[in-house]
């Protein structure tokens, strides 16, 4: 059931984190607070396709 899915941040569109996730537990879309390497600061990365 664990997907691997790409995080993208919310700022500059890049994708910058991939991580897995249980698609039984957390039918939604995730959402993060993780590091931007291009916008140099933390910002809120979410799941994309």
Do not use: F, Q, W
């Amino acid at each position: 059931m664990r997907e691997i899915i790409s995080m993208a941040c919310s700022i500059c569109k890049r994708r910058n984190y991939s991580t897995m996730k249980n698609k039984k537990n957390d039918p939604d879309r995730l959402g993060r607070n993780k590091y931007c390497r291009s916008c140099r600061k933390h910002t809120p990365h979410k799941e994309v396709k």
